[in-house]
């Protein structure tokens, strides 16, 4: 029988095969340390979970709007005005079950088969392929480590062509935790409205920022880049409410309409309780939050400098997000054991199984040249896992 010729090329993550391995190798007892967390290691803060029991007791344990409760999206509305100076009214916000579910809505409203969808290298794996399930089809641009991984002018110029539908950017950025500055955005803001096409501003990772550095959405640039951007966030990275699945976009009230459709013939809405504990979240103190960040800004210093002063490997000083792209590119050509690394893959696999450390190949994100270590994990893992890379790579022939 031929199953959906769309969906059928959307590939299983890279990642899944590494992933195995390590939970194998753990649960026959071997003490692995794992650098693929991709949500924070934090409990959500207590505030949040009481607040998701108090409506259990209030009895908001029924459907909800299907776009999300009205106090939310008032909240929502509140927060991006506060903090991204930004001015949306109720209707140009829809809450979705995660910020993932927020992106695939997205594209699932905005293209028709054959448009181009541009997005930046390296990039957080689930982008093409949602791309790809709405028909669409993903534009890769290079970025380069020495630039930042910051997008390259243009290259990005260079991609626009008629089918250009979207952009996406994702700032602070997974896997290299790389921020744009206002000056670039300023630059997309201009292409995107010369070019008539749409940004999609994943700003997911907002809240963990370091050094002092700031967070810019590209929709508080003017009236004209905002009405053509549709700015994604949620409660999982910031809030350590990874679990909850709440998510939202703010954009174009006719965008966002058909988005609002789609949703409420297909999930319907966001659960209840976990809308109650983002309110809470929303409305909450903020020290929390910034708590967390100093938390995660020492684990990022502390393994930055350790990768730096390993011979063979080499780090970019992250400004956003809990993740490190670990440069490996020296090493590859080099034998272990006898087997040699050809890329990411390998490497990983490789230091799995040698010293049972799980990282994930940077082949992922479309960049072989490196592996993602998450400095979402406790001190001492990330003690002793840089420990055994640094043993690793110093077996390396
Ligand atoms: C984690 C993550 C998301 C998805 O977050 P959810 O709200 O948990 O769905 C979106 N974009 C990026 C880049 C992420 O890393």
């Known amino acids: 029988m031929e199953l959906s010729r769309k969906n059928q090329n959307i590939t299983a993550s890279l990642t899944l095969a590494i992933d195995a391995k390590a939970k194998k190798m753990?649960?026959?007892?071997?003490?692995?340390?794992?650098f693929g967390a991709g949500e924070p290691d934090f409990n959500t803060p207590n505030h949040i979970i009481e607040a998701a029991k108090e409506a259990l007791d209030n009895g908001y344990t029924k459907y909800t709007p299907s776009s999300g409760i009205i106090e939310l999206r008032h909240a929502i509305c509140k927060k991006l005005m506060q903090d991204n100076n930004v001015d949306y009214k109720l209707d140009e916000i829809l809450v979705s079950n995660g910020a993932k579910h927020s992106l695939y809505n997205i594209f699932q409203a905005i293209l028709n088969p054959g448009d181009e969808v541009i997005i930046p290298l390296p990039y957080w794996v689930s982008y093409p392929e949602m791309v790809k399930m709405a028909g669409g089809i993903p534009v890769f641009i290079e970025s380069l480590e020495q630039d930042g991984?910051?997008?390259?002018?243009?290259?990005?110029?260079?991609?626009?062509?008629?089918?250009?539908?979207?952009?996406?950017?994702?700032?602070?950025?997974?896997?290299?935790?790389?921020?744009?500055?206002?000056?670039?955005?300023?630059?997309i803001a201009e292409l995107a409205i010369k070019h008539d096409f749409l940004v999609v501003s994943d700003e997911i990772y907002e809240s963990l920022l370091y050094d002092g550095v700031e967070?810019?959405?590209?929709?508080?640039?003017?009236?004209?880049?905002?009405?053509?951007?549709?700015?994604?966030?949620?409660?999982?990275?910031?809030?350590?409410?990874?679990?909850?699945?709440?998510?939202?976009?703010?954009?174009?009230?006719?965008?966002?309409?058909v988005m609002a459709n789609i949703q409420s013939h297909s999930t319907s809405n966001p659960n209840s309780m976990a809308q109650y504990a983002s309110l809470a979240a929303l409305e909450g103190p903020k020290d929390i939050v910034l708590d967390m960040v100093s938390q995660f800004d020492k684990r990022r210093t502390f393994m930055v400098d350790k990768i730096n002063s390993i011979n063979g490997i080499s780090c970019l000083k992250p400004e956003g997000a809990f993740y490190v792209m670990l440069n490996i590119v020296d090493v590859i050509g080099r034998y272990h054991n006898g087997k040699i690394i050809k890329g990411s893959l390998d490497?990983?696999?490789?230091?799995?199984?040698?010293?049972?450390?799980?990282?994930?190949?940077?082949?992922?994100?479309?960049?072989?040249?490196?592996?993602?270590?998450?400095?979402a994990t406790s001190n001492e893992n990330i003690e002793e896992g840089l420990n055994r890379i640094e043993m690793f790579v110093g077996e390396l022939k």
């Open 26 to 34: 753990r649960s026959d007892g071997i003490d692995v340390i794992g």
């Open 149 to 187: 991984f910051s997008i390259d002018l243009e290259n990005l110029e260079d991609a626009i062509n008629s089918k250009t539908k979207a952009l996406i950017i994702n700032s602070p950025n997974n896997p290299c935790g790389c921020v744009y500055d206002r000056e670039l955005l300023e630059k």
């Open 215 to 257: 967070h810019v959405s590209i929709a508080s640039l003017g009236p004209e880049i905002k009405d053509r951007t549709l700015l994604v966030n949620g409660m999982s990275k910031g809030y350590a409410m990874t679990g909850w699945r709440i998510g939202y976009t703010a954009g174009n009230q006719e965008i966002i309409k």
């Open 347 to 375: 490497f990983a696999d490789s230091l799995l199984e040698s010293q049972s450390v799980a990282v994930v190949p940077g082949i992922a994100f479309g960049a072989d040249g490196y592996v993602r270590l998450s400095y």
